[in-house]
């Protein structure tokens, strides 16, 4: 979330091609009122603290190598669906650190219309997950204040049901 904020000013200044001209606009200023929303968020990170101190390049470097490695790796996963979604994931990942390690001028940034789509996507997939964390932490705690469940109930009080009813 850090990374598309911080990125707000490209977003403004940026493009968006879908191939239809309404559609482009449309696209553009849902991406911008999306980014405006998030800056009422309250800043929970800051890059500028993430590598500090007298071993700062070697650490940075050391990461940098970390996540190529992660990025190698999906090419040995031999689903092809996980392979496609976790190099997207990826990808998408690097995009914001490429926004983040930018030096304080994202607008400067040239992303691949690739980095920018896996970036949206990666923002999306992680609010879906944070989504499900709250969720099934809030059945949890139901489930904690009721008590054991009868075992008549325990076949139908399953907290993955979610996932049975197509909620997903």
Same mark, same amino acid.
């Given at each position: $979330? ?6 707000? !000013? ?6 968006? %091609?879908?191939?239809? &001209?309404?559609?482009?606009?449309? &696209? ?18 800051? @890059? ?20 190529? *490695? ?5 090419? +040995?996963? &031999? +689903? ?11 990808? /998408?990942? /690097? ?7 930018? /030096? /304080? ?6 992303? @691949?219309?690739? @980095?920018?789509?896996?970036?949206? *996507?990666?923002? *999306?997939?992680?609010?879906? =997950?944070?989504? %499900? ?6 059945? $949890? ?6 008590? !054991? !469940?009868?075992? =008549?109930?325990?076949?139908?009080? *399953? ?10």
């Amino acid at each position: $979330m850090r990374a598309i904020t911080k990125a707000l !000013p490209l977003w403004k200044k940026s493009d968006f %091609y879908t191939g239809h &001209t309404e559609e482009d606009v449309q &696209t553009k200023e849902k991406v911008v009122g999306l980014v405006e929303g998030l800056l009422s968020c309250p800043d929970t990170f800051d @890059e500028a603290q993430l590598f500090k101190g007298p071993a700062a390049d070697e650490i940075l470097n050391d990461f940098l190598v970390h996540f190529r *490695n992660i990025s190698q790796i999906m090419d +040995c996963v &031999t +689903c092809d669906k996980c392979r496609l979604w976790g190099k997207i994931q990826i990808r /998408g990942l /690097g995009t914001a650190l490429k926004i983040l390690f930018s /030096g /304080g001028k994202p607008e400067r940034l040239d992303l @691949e219309r690739g @980095e920018i789509v896996t970036l949206f *996507n990666a923002f *999306n997939q992680l609010s879906h =997950s944070l989504h %499900y964390v709250r969720k099934f932490k809030d059945q $949890m705690e139901q489930r904690e204040q009721s008590g !054991p !469940p009868e075992e =008549s109930d325990r076949k139908q009080d *399953n907290i993955f049901s979610t996932f049975k009813h197509g909620e997903l």
